[in-house]
């Protein structure tokens, strides 16, 4: 594969004399797209010697001239781009804009809830939305509609029945609409408020900002979560020579001018977890006709959209390379893309670090790539040991962990890293390219933090679930399978936890699961892990710790326990088994064995320790 898509990088940029037809969504008047999108058009002319055809269109009439065949390039919102991919009607997304405003470059955007800032001080914040008047310009955009319709959802608001919605088609008329009082408020999406401001046509003490965000990355005004910035795909008939082609063309492309909402550039493909979650908890296409989001379904319901995005970033790896090996014109654009890039991103020969982008020196808290080799030889220094097999450092042996990624291209490769004290997961993909003696291998780390802690962590304690603890426990067992190390084990539960349930409310109850998930993770050490079995009892792996020690600790924490003022209910007490592995026996074994020990103790009056 990546044979193929070098020849294709490396061949000669003239292809038959055609048209491109380039579709843009038309957020905005017709004639504002064309000033934003004809440098775009002039370099990927310039840059594939065809011409190229700017279409403003409305998303249907976006749908209906791609089923026609009449459209080759398309560029359009983020949710629009998640239903033409359902659809199947488009390629994944092959690159995402990167937006100027003055001196800040962004490949994010957001929704702007407002309203006028002399009106009588009724509309200051999202509760007091109901009822009112909103001006918006089509149901259709994420920036102007779908990003506010989610904020108010969680304030459980429905733009549906508790608002009055008037379209007034783009996002000029929406701020007008408001200023001269034919709507209470009004949604927009981020950049326009600057923009207008920019050009003389608004004055920013008009207007009040609801539910306003702050985000030390996105200097503009929002009152939403962030987003992706609009999708660059292309139509499935489109040849695969050109779509290649095109995308080098757009990751080349840089604006020099200064301005508000100018697109500077092009970047990676974005992160559509929080778009795709958008989507369907607003039941909006291509979800419009399925069950809202749940955690339970987050593998099965992503699984495709993470592969696709997984095949753009190998893509991306790709152009990046050989831009890399090339030229010095050729580095600065590549040094350009890897900068507003909001993913980690480095550059190694395979030994040694030679290039990383800002969002990785910023994670890591080093101003420079010098800076950081100073104190490290190689990013591996920070990989922790797994807590499955499939973390990196627990398959690697005396690989590196370069040639470990290489040499297993089908298997899924995940680092963990914690800095100054915050732990994150990390998808890691590596692709190379090789060029004469050259050898160039570009690593990916994309966060899947939360995918991570959401398949991982109990929601209600934050603890690690049942699920999670099964892995941790096999890992647990082989590594003291194979060093020969001691490994113990406690099991407790609250005694008369019903009553608590049945007395005072599954609230308290919960607050109590809570509180003692807390004290007890708070007197284990950091190697210790806690995990949430089920309902209210929970379970302690103590790596390296004999069954002494294990049944002394349990004996601490049931006093600790006993003693802790709880809310409500003042005091609570647990009844704990305590066991040791011994070698051989199996999680299942060992689990049952702790059960019986539990239930002893629960037969011998509670509120102690049994041992065995």
């Known amino acids: 594969m990546i044979k ?54 409305s998303q249907e009439e976006l749908e209906k001239e791609v089923e026609a065949g009449n459209i080759d390039i398309i560029a359009t919102n983020p949710t629009h781009y998640l239903s033409l991919q359902k659809q199947g009607k488009t390629t994944g997304d092959i690159a995402t804009l990167v937006k100027r405003y003055g001196d800040v470059v962004t490949p994010y955007l957001g929704g702007v809830i407002f309203t006028r800032a002399k009106r009588r001080g009724d509309i200051r914040s999202i509760s007091e939305l109901k009822e009112k008047t909103i001006a918006i310009p089509g149901e259709s955009f994420l920036g102007g509609f779908q990003a506010q319709a989610y904020e108010l959802l969680k304030a459980k608001i429905d733009v549906k029945k508790d608002i009055r919605r008037v379209i007034y088609g ?33 004055k920013p003490e008009d207007i009040f900002i609801v539910n306003e965000q702050n985000f030390s990355h996105f200097p503009m005004k929002v009152s939403t979560n962030l987003y992706p910035e609009w999708s660059i795909v292309a139509a499935k008939a489109l040849d695969l020579e ?34 795709d979650v958008l989507a369907r908890e607003l039941r909006i296409p291509p979800y419009n006709h399925v069950p809202a989001f749940t955690h339970e379904d987050i593998w099965q319901k992503h699984g495709d959209d993470f592969m696709l995005f997984l095949s753009v970033a190998t893509f991306f790896f790709l152009v990046l390379a050989f831009l890399y090996r090339g030229a010095r014109f ?64 627990a398959n690697m042996n005396d690989k590196s962990w370069v040639e470990y990624i290489l040499e297993n291209p089908h298997a899924e490769h995940k680092a963990k890293i914690t800095i100054h004290g915050m732990t994150r997961f990390f998808k890691v993909d590596v692709s190379v390219v090789k060029y004469k003696n050259l050898f160039r291998a570009i690593a990916f780390f994309d966060d899947i933090s939360q995918l991570v802690n959401q398949s991982t962590i109990d929601t209600l304690t934050g603890i690690a679930n049942r699920t999670h603890f099964n892995l941790l426990f096999e890992y647990s067992l082989s590594v003291a399978q194979r060093e020969k190390t001691s490994l113990s084990l406690i099991f407790f539960d609250i005694d008369y936890f019903k009553r608590v349930n049945d007395t005072y409310g599954h609230l308290v109850g919960d607050d109590i699961l809570r509180h003692l998930a807390n004290l007890v993770k708070s007197n284990l050490r950091k190697s210790d892990i806690i995990a949430r079995w089920g309902g209210e009892e929970f379970i302690v792996i103590l790596p390296k710790n004999s069954l002494s ?26 009844s704990f088994g305590v066991t040791q592995y011994k070698g051989g026996e199996s999680a299942d074994e060992l689990i049952l064995h702790l059960d019986k020990l539990l239930y002893r103790a629960k037969a011998n009056g509670r509120n102690r320790v049994e041992v065995g």
């Open 170 to 202: 783009n996002h000029e008329a929406v701020v007008n609409a408001v200023l001269s009082k034919e709507a209470d408020a009004g949604f927009v999406r981020s950049g326009i408020i600057e923009e207008m401001v920019f050009e003389g046509r608004l």
């Open 242 to 275: 050109t779509v290649s082609k095109v995308a080098i063309a757009l990751y080349g492309y840089k604006n020099p001018h200064k301005g508000n909402g100018i697109i500077s550039g092009f970047t990676i493909s974005g992160n559509y977890f929080d778009v």
């Open 4 to 57: 193929i898509f070098y020849f294709l990088l490396l061949s000669s940029l003239v292809i038959n004399a055609q048209t491109l037809t380039f579709g843009v969504f038309t957020y905005r008047s017709a004639q504002k797209i064309m000033e934003e999108y004809t440098p775009v058009a002039q370099h990927i002319s310039h840059e594939l010697n065809v011409s190229v055809l700017i279409k403003p269109l």
């Open 330 to 393: 050729e580095k600065k654009y590549a040094q350009s893309i890897l900068n507003v890039t909001p993913t980690p991103i480095i550059v190694t020969d395979g030994k040694s670090l030679i290039d990383a982008n800002t969002a990785f020196l910023n994670f890591l808290d080093f101003e420079t790539v010098e800076a950081f080799k100073s104190k490290h030889n190689c990013i591996c220094d920070l990989f922790e040991d797994g807590d499955t097999q499939e973390y990196l450092r």
């Open 549 to 574: 020690s294990a049944s002394h600790l349990a004996e601490e924490l049931r006093k600790k326990i006993e003693n802790e003022e709880f809310a409500v209910v003042d005091r609570i007490t647990c």
